[in-house]
């Protein structure tokens, strides 16, 4: 069953890309007593995610900064290498975004998120989505319908909920 507005996140270990290599995140430390955005995709560098889903939250990361957000976070089952190319390629780095990976997928899969479609390589990636979290719990959540697409979990609907 997906996770809902008023669940609390589990802990999990992610991962990022570090001046000295891989790093692991502890996600359960990092959003201890702060209201955080969480937006997942289904892969780096994927149509919709690098040109619709990524902008949309560099256009509104000044915005949600105003509101109180202390970190804009995106989510995907991708490599740590991967998702530090792909936050260069998008500027997403250089607007302050924060790139972390699922290597494995356990945490999608633990909030009931992943999918699966064969045809285009897409083994247990997450589905496409949005949330505010604060202290760990989720204050709103924005789940699209077809993984291609990005209206409600964009950085300007779910800025409409602050």
Known sequence: MPISKGD???????????????????????????????????????????????????????????????????LAVNDVFVLKAWAEATGADKAGLTMLSDPEGSFTQAIGMDFTAPPVGMINRSKRYAMVVEDGMVKSLHEEENPGQCDTSAGEALLETL
């Open 8 to 74: 609390t996140l589990p802990g999990a270990t992610l991962a990022r890309l570090g001046e000295d290599g891989p790093e692991t995140v502890d996600l359960g430390e990092k959003l201890k007593g702060r209201r955080v955005v969480i937006f997942a995709v289904p892969g780096a560098f994927t149509p919709t995610c690098h040109s619709a889903h990524v902008p949309s939250f560099i256009r509104t990361k000044e915005k949600f900064d105003e509101k109180g957000v202390d970190e804009i976070i995106c």
